[in-house]
């Protein structure tokens, strides 16, 4: 619990930059999974304040999105693909060929396979090392709504109506919200090595108490997260106010 998101994402900008720094003396590369919304905005300028004034390299790095809106335009104003471009993407090294995000202009029928191949890549990329989620208030996780399954691999779903209302403000209005959405199941956010969610203010306290403290169900999807072992939610002290 820290005493605001600013402290909370430093220290897990903290956690991530050490992750990609011990694979890159290990050679190896560092799997990241990466949410959006408003929630991950403060981690995101910390990294790229790390990359421009600490050095850190996104170079060993390959990163795969939660969730995409469906239908969209790639380079929308409310895609996931600019809002990571915007707030992380354009600012360090990495590059494009490690950059992943479901495709929200894809045909309708092409989703399936489109779903196979992003698990596809994720396993050929030897895993998610990392994955960090924020958390809907509804408990959603990525975009699997409550009434998703622990086994859920990325597909289309449909968004709760709860959702377009949280998110329109991204959008002219709440009938240009996309009503479905593409996104990793619990079960491909499951099989990543180390999970971090993040949740900021008042509006996330009464499902960060349900995620943690009440039995997991599929209707908190977030609580799902009880049945990994290196699971960490790191709040402001406004989210952890209904904790016991
Ligand atoms: C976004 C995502 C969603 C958001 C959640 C919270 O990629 O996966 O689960 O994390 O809707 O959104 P904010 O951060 O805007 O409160």
């Known amino acids: 619990v820290f005493p605001d998101p600013k402290k909370g994402s430093a220290a897990v900008a903290v956690e991530i930059a050490n992750l990609i720094r011990s694979k890159q003396q ?3 590369s560092c799997v990241l999974g990466l949410a959006t919304g408003s ?10 304040r790390m990359h421009k004034e600490e050095g850190l390299s996104f170079k060993n790095v390959i990163t795969f999105n939660l ?40 045909e309708k029928e092409e989703i399936k396979s489109h779903c196979i191949q992003y698990e596809k890549k994720i396993e050929a990329a030897g895993g ?6 924020g958390i809907g208030t509804n408990g959603h996780i990525g975009f699997n709504e409550p009434g998703s399954g622990i086994y859920s691999r990325t597909r289309l779903i449909t968004l709760d ?6 998110n ?18 619990i079960g491909t956010i499951l099989r990543a090595k180390k999970v971090i969610l993040l949740a900021w203010g ?7 108490k349900q995620a943690v403290e009440d039995d997991d169900s599929e209707h908190v999807p977030a609580s ?3 049945n990994h072992d290196d699971v960490t939610f790191f709040v402001d002290e406004a989210a952890a106010a209904e904790l016991t």
């Open 26 to 28: 290990q050679k190896q």
């Open 39 to 48: 929630t991950p905005k403060s981690l995101y300028a910390e990294l790229v």
């Open 67 to 106: 969730d995409e809106y469906y239908p969209i335009e790639t380079d929308a104003l409310q895609s996931y693909n600019r809002f990571m471009k915007a707030n992380l993407f354009d600012h360090v090294d990495i590059l494009p060929e490690n950059i992943h995000i479901p495709n929200g202009e894809i």
């Open 128 to 133: 998610i090392d990392l994955q960090i989620l």
């Open 161 to 166: 109506n709860s959702t377009r209302i949280a």
């Open 168 to 185: 329109a403000y991204e959008f002219a209005n709440i009938s240009q919200v996309p009503r479905l959405a593409i996104t990793m199941g």
């Open 202 to 208: 008042p509006s996330k306290a009464p499902v960060i």
């Open 224 to 226: 799902l997260l009880q």
